[in-house]
């Protein structure tokens, strides 16, 4: 698995994962819309963590810089 996330797309996926979260867990969004948005937020830790999305490697997209050697 080669990585094909940058930190600041790592960073922005953190950041709507933790808003998500607590729209959540102060109950502004409920239901199945809040259960949906929760399992996304996951998933986006969990690409953020491990700096590689699946999403990506379809649609050809790499945000991560390389080093020229």
Do not use: E, W
Not at 17 to 36: M, W
Request: charged share 10%.
């Amino acid at each position: 698995m080669k990585k094909n996330m940058g930190s600041y797309d790592r960073i922005i996926r953190l950041l709507i994962a933790a808003v998500v979260a607590v729209l959540y867990f102060t109950n502004v969004i409920t239901g199945t819309l809040g259960i949906v948005l929760l399992i996304i937020a996951g998933v986006f830790v969990l690409t953020s963590l491990i700096s590689f999305c699946p999403l990506y490697t379809i649609l050809g997209i790499n945000t991560c810089k390389t080093k020229n050697s």
